[in-house]
């Protein structure tokens, strides 16, 4: 069981910047590809960012150019830096680390609020 927990949520005014953090207890961390996900209230769970093994990464439209993910295996840590943050981006974020099917695993979240 890999364990995955989140860090770096919080308030922000828009415009304003956050760097999120997903630790993984596996040693193996480099095998796993990395999603970045979030939810709203009332809305269902959106992809926003994927980097692979071989640090091949993918972004959800709403966030290109304006988030970047990137991960340091050494750490076993993936992060998601977050610039030009838009009230619409207010949601809880979930790391979700994988392998394969059945080889997969979902931190509690941090919540990330922009208001002003």
């Known amino acids: 069981q890999v364990q995955v927990v989140e860090s770096g949520g919080g308030l922000v005014q828009p415009g304003g910047s956050l760097r999120l953090s997903c630790v993984a207890s596996e040693t193996d961390f480099n095998t796993y590809s990395i999603d970045w996900y979030r939810q709203a209230p009332g809305r269902q769970r959106e992809l926003v960012a994927t980097?692979?093994?071989?640090?091949?990464?993918f972004y959800g439209d709403s966030v290109k150019g304006r988030f970047t993910i990137s991960r340091d295996n050494a750490k076993r840590t993936a992060f998601l830096q977050m610039n030009s943050l838009k009230p619409e981006d207010t949601a809880l974020y979930y790391c979700?680390?994988?392998?394969?099917?059945?080889?997969?695993?979902w931190g509690q979240g941090t919540q990330v609020t922009v208001s002003s």
């Open positions: 979700h680390v994988r392998r394969g099917i059945g080889d997969t695993y």
């Open positions: 980097i692979t093994t071989v640090s091949d990464t």
